[in-house]
């Protein structure tokens, strides 16, 4: 909704002018003739390429399986205990049940993306079926994933829909193959998880064309708002609004509604996870709470006093958590409906009545604009009614801590293993560092109240014990921006090329650290202090927003949002995913005039022997970030992940020896350093991941100078972080001028016990 | 004795080990490995001195992972090699792996420091893939999917039980 | 493929006939007037309406959960313990988890069979767009499930796509909410779950119409072929082609292409699994190995020459066990390809040549022609070639078995939990009839041979053991009919309403059965001798055909193929259990003139009232299997599962207790009895699986009449398998006239104990 | 001792008893059950013996399930009730269930000859959702899901450990 009040220059003079884009064609003059129009057809794509593209990777990067559980137990021959690689009643092994789980993973993960983008589209279809699909005249290459996949770049709704009718397609045929019985080789199994991947990461695009369009969100302006960010920013005084999940739809009409009603000082709409970053794409004013960590403590404190769930990501008790703090909930989406009764076709009042006479714990409404007039009715109301605040939010926890009897199943249960008996230990004695210390390191997960024998609310003590440092919590993030443009991509070609910028970094995935969410900020900083490039969306995007430097400055504030050196990216919410993906294949097309349509291999082999990019997911938690983690290997992609990522049980991983690939000019097979290294790694420890990341920016076609540059970074990382040279330094240097000069002599020595020889690099390097 | 998250539990858990039995097992071992994980460098020194001490008295290949050489080097000891833990135990089921040496794969891996989610995973490639060695936590928790290991235990009883483990060895 | 080479009457001569019907439309007159031709529109279901049903439906049948696992290791919060209905990280308990287990396995199973309706559907949409969808004149309700559910009676590939377009759509859909952080409720993951299974049943529906047109497969002949099953009938003196799966598309080629070279006499085509009963409705000369449970046996004695895999129900180390006897494979399907080279686009001689020179252990093929001629070509010259066949066909057992150290790990991972360290410890002494004694009994998973320190080959000393048995395992079951004829529906209405058909009764699932594959047998004998209809579908269909009376005749030879008392259906493969729900529906339509067209909950809560059907599903297995009998839990229909079953663990439980329902003839609540009293119920022998289906039966609606029988029949087999009359029998006589004749004093004296009132039936019952 | 199918492990097993634990267990419980499953009709009769003897000495409330009635009744035993196992677990399960006799829920739950994987299962749901009740198994296969469980024993072995049962209750 866009809205002027009043406004008067010279020429023009306005006067209460509203403008729902929702409603509106922005028919903006397409530039984009390169590619065909899109026919009537089915969409079509040739698995059996994709499939030989898949064998050639996993050539390179093997499949690595650490099981999670020996069991199987999906039929019922189970359960069969598969340990030390046994078979089980169906004939499968754990090698390929661990293939298969991660199978599983990503249809779910896709699925979920695109049934998100489903409901987008389905509501586009119904509300303004000629919505034209565009990113305005900065970006030709709008649909980048679509376009490569499927030959398709979407100009309308039901192009949007002809393609998601093809990704439910393969879902459900990827999903299948996950059933007993069905494939039997790990390599198939892993063909088909990149496939997922894939798919997702085209539900990605979808979902984000879709929503972009239809809210007439950032279409890739680099300078998008400051937004507000930390549980310190919300103002408790106004009736609060919270919006928790991923999907924007009631998020819009509740803006939307308050806007209307001319209410915007008067009520705080905040978002928790990635629905947060997509209304601050929507509205400035909105306020974000944090990512998914922070969720069972804001419930718990009893702030909020209404919460609308939308999908994803959301905490399967959040009905009884929101009922323990008298919270009524609306749940909006099919995917989430918690048992509530379904009053989409009630009258507004009715339902505002209901819910405030606590009939209920909550409504499932569906009608969206509904869901905006409910929550906000109710949310005044609530707030005059001042509705009695639960106790503990100013308890006292001295008598709680005291009840500890130091049986220590909280620390083991911990997922973070953080120390919370000792933080217990030390408040006993009247000492709360130990429990604010666990603030900002604590995941929010709760386990450790479950395993309590005195049911201790540990939530609760932490954040009282921490009520300074939550106050002073107000950071900012840089409202989600969208797509990058075509004209940035063309920008830094030259950088690029010549190692000014070493590298594209895109953090994705959740907020599951194994050590507090400052190190995803130390890792990005050391990263932009280097100029690279960094690209954020979802979670990871707003923890880096939690994080202040020595300045005080959080690194949105120090970075620009440029696509460009040091330019410090927030695309969005997870979805967004896609602009990051996009920009590796619009690099291929714009720099080597790569056609997309119909060109998958030729793109992400470009992309992986080419394109210095790589993914950090340092705290990766849930089916979507394995999936999209897929796809971006599919892509050629590397990926590096936190240590929990162990848990999705598969890696990928190459070998640390020169490698034989083609030179696409002479067509011969050349000996190559192992650039990148690993198509997906999980990293013991920070120090890891800064060093893993670095060298996983290398790519066979580096310039010298590129070269050179990029393994100045790699050492000095190196040896900060581990103190020493890297042992594989050998394999990355192929000519003398490539020594990074500082430790020149160092290496020089190094070189010479490796025997090393200096070699040629290759014309067009490429797997194919 | 249970793993220190029980979700860990499995039909075959490792058997808890003494310091005497930990030190017969490393002295028996004909070519043993020690890797020393990223912890070392957040954990008290005392700590990564034991286990410098009980690599030094059976010669063992010493392998840095995760950036712990930085606590090592601070101590003067230099590992045989830094590699990712991931990148080793890829190495490890490998039967075939010549090893750093090129003298074939070892026969037991000795493990400390390596946090402990990341290194269970490991230790559950190991067991269920690489039947030819035999893995050794003497890490402060349980590791349910090593062959042999520590109990959970306190801060303290570690250090004794690493301490005790040096005395048999010597 | 239908040929006539020679044929001479008095007006007719015929010579060189050959028709191929995938290839003709066969434009038969459309009678079926009754329902609006399908438009152009996408197919839209009012999920909310079928949420409520649920919900209605759950009131009665309460979610009963068992765990098999109380970890759950689907994200990276994880490995979380939630034994004692703990909550894991991200909030969920294992109540919830239990559902969303189930919500995952339908999920998986809907796809598969949603999968396999798409290969066919696509494959006619590129082969044959205009093929007309009917099934003669004598069906007019040509897709109960379709037009109930969606509204749409397909008459075309188009249509068929149309609505798989909606299944996939909602399969992703469904999916998506088992991703961590989306539903919260067990009773939504539930709805979920019976929405899944309703989508499995509609795709189930869309197969058959597709495959039955396209391939012209019997349209609800009763009198179809008997066909030849069982290891005794294969002649090995032929080359061998078995087909394993539950896809007729490759065998449909083979049996073509044998026929176009005249070669029926020279090849011996058989099939494993579902794919066996589809080509045995194509081609009466092909020959049936047996079910699941067979596979292993007999690929691992070495007969077939080559195999042809396609999907689901196939072995995961198929490959490596057909690799260890030299047969060549052959894939044909995305979903299983593993890991070979796709040869589809090379020359057929080329294929088989490669395939004969042992470089590879076989192939992917996609093109189902192709597939034809290389397998037959390939059969040909293998055996002409006489490749070596392995020793141990006729292996020396008694060395192999005095090697057993009676370790008993054997048995103690055998699902069935069989006596094999006794058959051993029998063997020792010279007596192999504890190994016989376990063929029939084995469900043939060879998880024993995995766990044998030994690694003693036991499914072969099994085999060899039994080979007199085996022999003589030469049975017969009747092709697969496909749909019921309105007609039919239409003669059983007075018998069935006067009790002289007491029930419906559905077998299908899979051969895991807990106690040996006769009892299935035993059980449809006991049934079909009291009058039920019996139609069976799948796995189970075979069974039964394995099971020969006293009379030394088959269950099949015996009782008639017709919808009739006492009939005995074989309606087709698993997917063919389509059509004993869609009779269900057609009894509801044609009897009660209930409208189908959108009409689901009416339909269903008609045939939860009204329509005495029960499914059985002895040996249930896989995630199909629940999914299917889910989905015939939505349409109103009870299910009792083997005690295997409870591994799939959940059930839906009523109580045996008077139940409020609605009359809806006066829209007055009324006490009623529970009936039927469980919605899926798991019986722990089959002594409790033939009294909980005969009670099942029992609908509120019955006449005195028809309850008298039900009742007689319930009591009967009651006594015949507990020794005494059922406890709950008060609840179920409404008045003097309705208790059995026999016992009549006894059950008055019964009635007396229970205070017994008598009590008015409801004029239309019903739960809305 | 692991369970008889050790995929069957979980982090919380029965504790293995012996007989005497067992009699003591059972005459310590105030309203106990003992659950008959329908495996009695394929062994050995002395099983259905031992079984009724137990259930005699404690006065114990005897459950048919599956049809074992036919044993029983040849042995001149009226159970008395007969109903499936699974929906007598269903009613355990709840906590307010007043028992067959309206005198409320039992306390110990006494399992013999239901089969194991369906025996498993409800085992499952009585400990993860009926903390309420205690259950015992005296079948011949270790009971993982028990509370307390007899060992996986030989068919020996079990008579062994049914008849000393019968002696410590008496």
């Known amino acids: 909704m866009f809205r002027v009040d009043g406004y008067k220059s010279k020429n023009v003079s306005i006067k209460g002018l509203k403008m729902d884009f929702k409603k509106i064609n922005l028919d903006t003059e397409h530039t984009n003739t390169n590619y065909p129009p899109s026919k009537n057809k089915k969409v079509s794509v040739d698995y059996s390429k994709l499939r030989e593209w898949d064998f050639k990777l996993l050539s390179y990067f093997k499949p690595f399986y650490a099981p999670l559980c020996n069991l199987c137990c999906l039929c019922t021959y189970g359960k069969c205990d598969l340990s030390k690689n046994k078979k089980g009643g169906c004939g499968i092994n754990l090698e390929k049940q661990q293939a298969r789980i991660v199978l599983l993973a990503c249809c779910i993960g896709a699925s979920t993306h695109a049934a998100h983008a489903r409901h987008i589209v389905d509501h586009i279809l119904e509300e303004n079926p000629n919505l034209k699909i565009d990113y305005g005249n900065a970006i030709n290459i709008v649909a980048p994933l679509s376009t490569t996949i499927t030959g398709i770049t979407p100009k309308t709704a039901d192009d949007l829909d002809k393609i998601l009718v093809y990704v439910e397609r393969e879902i459900t045929n990827l999903l299948a193959a996950t059933h007993t019985g069905q494939e039997g080789?790990?390599?198939?199994?892993?063909?088909?998880?990149?496939?997922?991947?894939?798919?997702?990461?085209?539900?990605?695009?979808?979902?984000?064309?879709?929503?972009?369009?239809?809210?007439?969100?950032?279409?890739?302006?680099?300078?998008?708002?400051?937004?507000?960010?930390?549980?310190?920013?919300?103002?408790?005084q106004k009736p609060i609004?919270?919006?928790?999940?991923?999907?924007?739809?009631?998020?819009?009409?509740?803006?939307?509604?308050?806007?209307?009603?001319?209410?915007?000082?008067?009520?705080?709409?905040?978002?928790?996870?990635?629905?947060?970053?997509?209304?601050?794409?929507?509205?400035?004013?909105?306020?974000?709470?944090?990512?998914?960590?922070?969720?069972?403590?804001?419930?718990?404190s009893g702030i909020p006093d209404i919460v609308v769930l939308d999908e994803q990501?959301?905490?399967?008790?959040?009905?009884?958590?929101?009922?323990?703090?008298?919270?009524?909930?609306?749940?909006?989406?099919?995917?989430?409906?918690?048992?509530?009764?379904?009053?989409?076709?009630?009258?507004?009042?009715?339902?505002?009545?209901?819910?405030?006479?606590?009939?209920?714990?909550?409504?499932?409404?569906?009608?969206?604009?509904?869901v905006g007039?409910?929550?906000?009715?109710?949310?005044?109301?609530?707030?005059?009614?001042?509705?009695?605040?639960?106790?503990?939010?100013?308890?006292?926890?001295?008598?709680?801590?005291?009840?500890?009897?130091?049986?220590?199943?909280?620390?083991?249960v911990c997922p973070a293993m953080l120390p919370i008996k000792e933080a217990f230990v030390l408040g006993k004695n009247g000492d709360l560092s130990g429990f604010s210390a666990l603030y900002g390191m604590c995941v929010g997960c709760g386990k450790c109240m479950g395993e309590c024998e005195r049911e201790l609310p540990i939530i609760d003590i932490i954040r009282i014990a921490s009520k300074d440092k939550i106050a002073s919590e107000r950071f900012k993030i840089r409202a989600g921006r969208g797509p990058i443009q075509d004209i940035e991509i063309r920008k830094v070609g030259a950088p690029i090329v010549l190692g000014d910028i070493p590298g594209v970094i895109v953090l994705a995935g959740c907020s599951n650290y194994h050590n507090g969410?400052?190190?995803?900020?130390?890792?990005?900083?050391?990263?932009?202090?280097?100029?690279?490039?960094?690209?954020?969306?979802?979670?990871?995007?707003?923890?880096?927003?939690?994080?202040?430097?020595?300045?005080?400055?959080?690194?949105?504030?120090?970075?620009?949002?440029?696509?460009?050196?040091?330019?410090l990216l927030n695309v969005g919410p997870c979805v967004a995913n896609a602009h990051a993906i996009g920009s590796a294949i619009k690099i291929a097309n714009i720099f080597a005039k790569i056609p997309l349509e119909n060109n998958f291999t030729n793109v992400a082999d470009y992309i992986l022997n080419r394109v210095g990019a790589c993914?950090?997911?340092?705290?990766?938690?849930?089916?979507?970030?394995?999936?999209?983690?897929?796809?971006?290997?599919?892509?050629?992609?590397?990926?590096?992940?936190?240590?929990h990522s162990s848990k999705y049980r598969r890696l990928y991983l190459g070998e640390s020896e020169l490698r034989e690939i083609t030179d696409k000019r002479t067509n011969e097979k050349v000996k190559c350093e192992p650039a990148p290294l690993h198509l997906i790694y999980c990293a013991e420890s920070m120090n890891e991941c800064m060093a893993m990341v670095a060298k996983s920016c290398i790519r066979p076609n580096d310039t010298p100078k590129g070269r050179l540059i990029k393994l100045t970074h790699y050492v000095d990382i190196y040896k900060k972080y581990y103190g020493c040279l890297p042992d594989d330094l050998h394999l990355y240097i192929r000519n003398e001028r490539e020594?990074?000069?500082?430790?020149?002599?160092?290496?020089?020595?190094?070189?010479?016990?490796?025997?090393?020889?200096?070699?040629n690099a290759p014309n067009e390097p490429s797997i194919l | 004795m249970s793993a220190w998250n029980p979700a860990l539990s499995s039909p075959n858990?490792?058997?808890?080990?003494?310091?005497?039995?930990?030190?017969?097992?490393?002295?028996?071992?004909?070519?043993?490995?020690?890797?020393?994980?990223?912890?070392?460098?957040?954990?008290?020194?005392e700590i990564a001195e034991y286990a410098i001490k009980i690599a030094k008295l059976k010669h063992m290949t010493v392998v840095s992972t995760g950036g712990s050489n930085i606590m090592l080097s601070k101590l003067n000891f230099k590992p045989h090699y830094n590699i990712g833990a991931v990148e080793l135990i890829n190495h490890l089921k490998d039967s075939n792996w010549n090893g750093f040496c090129g003298k074939g794969n070892y026969d037991l891996i000795c493990f400390i420091g390596v946090p402990y989610y990341i290194g269970s995973q490991g230790l559950s490639t190991l067991k269920n893939f690489a039947p030819h060695l035999k893995t050794i936590t003497l890490c402060k928790f349980m590791h349910p999917n090593a062959d042999l290991s520590y109990p959970n235990m306190s801060y303290d009883g570690w250090v004794i039980y690493l301490s005790k483990l040096v005395e048999y060895m010597e």
């Open chain 1, 241 to 300: 609004i919270l919006c928790i999940g991923h999907n924007i739809a009631p998020g819009v009409e509740i803006i939307d509604y308050i806007d209307d009603m001319d209410l915007s000082e008067d009520i705080e709409v905040c978002g928790l996870c990635c629905t947060a970053i997509d209304i601050s794409r929507y509205s400035k004013e909105s306020k974000i709470v944090g990512p998914i960590s922070r969720q069972l403590m804001f419930i718990k």
């Open chain 2, 13 to 45: 858990q490792a058997i808890i080990c003494s310091p005497k039995i930990a030190a017969l097992t490393i002295k028996q071992s004909k070519n043993p490995m020690f890797v020393m994980g990223s912890l070392l460098n957040v954990i008290p020194e």
């Open chain 1, 615 to 643: 993914v950090i997911a340092w705290g990766a938690m849930s089916q979507k970030a394995v999936a999209i983690a897929t796809g971006a290997n599919r892509w050629g992609i590397p990926a590096v992940v936190g240590p």
């Open chain 1, 739 to 759: 020594i990074p000069y500082e430790d020149k002599k160092e290496i020089l020595k190094f070189l010479k016990e490796k025997e090393w020889n200096p070699r």
């Open chain 1, 313 to 370: 990501c959301i905490r399967a008790d959040i009905l009884e958590l929101c009922a323990e703090q008298n919270i009524p909930i609306i749940a909006t989406s099919d995917k989430c409906s918690l048992g509530l009764i379904e009053m989409t076709s009630k009258d507004e009042n009715i339902i505002i009545h209901e819910l405030l006479s606590n009939k209920h714990k909550g409504a499932l409404i569906k009608d969206m604009a509904k």
């Open chain 1, 517 to 567: 969410e400052n190190e995803i900020a130390l890792i990005t900083e050391e990263f932009l202090k280097r100029g690279y490039i960094v690209v954020a969306a979802g979670c990871v995007a707003m923890d880096i927003g939690l994080y202040m430097d020595k300045d005080g400055k959080t690194l949105y504030e120090k970075f620009s949002g440029d696509f460009d050196k040091g330019g």
């Open chain 1, 373 to 412: 007039k409910v929550a906000v009715g109710l949310a005044l109301l609530l707030k005059k009614n001042q509705k009695p605040k639960q106790e503990h939010r100013n308890i006292d926890i001295s008598e709680l801590i005291n009840g500890c009897t130091e049986c220590e199943w909280c620390n083991r």
């Open chain 1, 185 to 236: 080789s790990y390599l198939d199994f892993e063909s088909k998880a990149l496939h997922a991947g894939m798919i997702d990461n085209l539900a990605l695009e979808i979902a984000e064309l879709a929503q972009i369009n239809y809210y007439n969100l950032h279409k890739g302006e680099p300078n998008t708002p400051l937004i507000d960010i930390g549980l310190g920013v919300i103002d408790d």
